[in-house]
């Protein structure tokens, strides 16, 4: 995966690499749990209308990087959209983060648990 989920006390990390990291310019980002609105999983559906920032964007693929749709700014990393953890946030550089995970149910479960008022 491009991109390592490490979760610490006060903030999940993103740890970025390979062609997402290339693509996004950036080699990680920090969201303080307190900034996540709500987390999930499911089907992510990317908004056609979305402009690439910085980013890779293959038709029925691949999608990384940061994109912007009707004012909101995403960073987005995976190949599978069923197969994703969203973040909603508050107060932080980006409103929705998505990413791929092997065990996307698990992940949910675990930053949930650090962010006591989800």
Not at 11 to 28: C, D, F, H, N, Y
Request: net charge neutral; glycine share 6%; charged share 20%.
């Amino acid at each position: 995966m491009s991109v390592q989920v490490i979760l610490e006390n006060h903030e999940v990390v993103l740890k970025i690499t390979g062609w997402t990291a290339l693509a996004s310019l950036r080699k990680e980002i920090k969201i303080p749990y307190a900034s996540i609105k709500n987390v999930q999983t499911g089907n992510f559906d990317f908004p056609w209308g979305a402009v690439k920032r910085a980013g890779i964007s293959v038709p029925y693929g691949y999608k990384a990087g940061n994109f912007l749709h009707k004012g909101q700014k995403y960073f987005l990393s995976f190949h599978d959209s069923t197969q994703v953890v969203m973040l909603d946030l508050k107060d932080s550089e980006f409103d929705k983060v998505v990413i791929q995970s092997q065990a996307p149910e698990e992940l949910v479960d675990l930053i949930s648990k650090n962010c006591s008022y989800l």
